[in-house]
């Protein structure tokens, strides 16, 4: 496995990988992907190895072009048609009625396939190199092993990932994703439609778009669906190793104390929007982003940072409820699954 820039001739290789049946990761405007040629069923198998997932969790499938995700589907609904002229290339994941070439190892057997065209220009690159000399549809789920921390950088998935992949299979490193954060997950073959995932294209953006009122159907809301159409849908997801606790600003100050009066603490890191005066030093503070888009655009690669630091405990701040934070209050609420069920009172 070797870790490349995404120069031309390395492009070309990629997509040489990737027509061969090997892995490549590589990078997108919202996190890196580890992809596979999506009509290529063992290659898509290897996938789920690597990342330790269960084979029913269904894969985004990335194309090159409008029309390359046209025809990946059998129903290509009207609120998938303006979505798709609205938003893409870019952070949206359009679910569809899927067409009878893509294989059930894609879709983990169901009838639908979630498309995303990226906007990432070596995505991009990658995307229409693999069109010319293979099929050009790459399905890729993010590349972090099964209930990991989401990678925002190349390294991140060369430390998840390097010991599973093989010679042959590539990473693409172009550095830091923009949007930091996953595609939002629109569900199209409904009407009016459902957001199975917030992300990188908020929630009021697409009702805009539709000409519609809100939007329903919150991943939180499907636990009554008897397959995982969501994996991102399970409670306990994108978790660092470190318990983390998510709280509003109020009960910070007395969670903290509550820790620090622990004998086994030794240290605790605060992502807080204010700093406060502590002279103790057991306590790391770090100012969080007061937009949106940057807090996104670092969540991952923090919680990358400090988990390999071994704080006994990440105390963060829960971003306000305002709609615009919708989706890095989701992705945090799910890191701190685990953390929430082992420290609260
Ligand atoms: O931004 C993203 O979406 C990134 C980049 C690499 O494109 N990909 C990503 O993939 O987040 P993954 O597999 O980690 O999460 C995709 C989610 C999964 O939870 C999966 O269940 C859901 O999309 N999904 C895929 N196909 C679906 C379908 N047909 N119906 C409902 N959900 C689907
Ligand atoms: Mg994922």
Redesign the pocket.
């Known amino acids: 496995m070797s870790c490349l820039a995404p120069t031309r001739a390395a492009l070309s290789q990629a997509a040489q990988a990737l027509a061969s049946g090997h892995l490549v990761a590589f990078p997108?405007e919202?996190?890196?992907?580890l992809g596979a040629d999506a009509l290529n069923p063992d290659a898509v198998k290897r996938i789920f190895q690597v990342k330790g997932r269960p084979a029913d969790?269904?894969?985004?499938v990335?194309v090159a072009s409008l029309q390359a995700a046209q025809r990946l589907a059998s129903d290509w609904p009207k609120t998938a048609q303006v979505l798709a002229e609205t938003f893409w290339p870019g952070?949206l994941?359009l679910?569809v009625k899927?067409a009878p070439s893509v294989p059930n190892a894609v879709?983990?057997g169901?009838d639908?396939?979630?498309l995303?065209w990226?906007s990432q220009p070596a995505a991009q690159a990658l995307l229409e190199a693999f069109a010319a000399i293979g099929s050009g549809a790459v399905a890729?789920?993010?590349?972090n092993r099964f209930g990991g921390i989401?990678p925002s950088q190349a390294q991140h998935v060369e430390s998840a990932l390097g010991a599973y992949l093989q010679p042959g299979d590539l990473i693409l490193d172009d550095g830091p994703c923009g949007v930091g954060i996953?595609?939002t997950?629109v569900?199209c073959t409904v009407n009016p439609v459902r957001v199975?995932?917030p992300?990188?294209i908020s929630r009021a953006a697409i009702e805009s778009a539709l000409a519609i009122g809100p939007v329903s159907g919150s991943p939180q809301h499907e636990a009554h669906q008897p397959l995982?159409?969501?994996?991102?849908?399970l409670a306990s997801h994108y978790a660092p190793k470190t318990p983390l606790l998510m709280l509003p600003a109020a009960d910070l100050h007395e969670a903290l104390q509550a820790q620090l009066a622990r004998p086994e603490s030794h240290s605790v890191l605060c992502w807080v929007r204010q700093l406060a005066p502590t002279h103790d030093p057991r306590v790391t503070q770090v100012l969080m982003p007061s937009r949106p888009e940057l807090l996104a655009q670092q969540l991952y690669a923090r919680l990358h940072e400090w988990d390999a630091l071994g704080f006994d405990l990440l105390l963060v701040e829960a971003p306000a409820l305002g709609p615009e934070w919708e989706a890095v209050r989701d992705r945090i609420s799910r890191a701190a699954f685990d953390g929430e069920a082992s420290h609260t009172p």
């Open positions: 997108t919202t996190v890196y992907g969790h269904p894969l985004i990335h952070p994941t679910v899927r879709t983990g169901q639908t396939v979630g995303r990226p890729a789920p993010s590349a989401s996953e595609s997950i569900d199975l995932r992300g990188g995982p159409r969501v994996s991102g849908s």
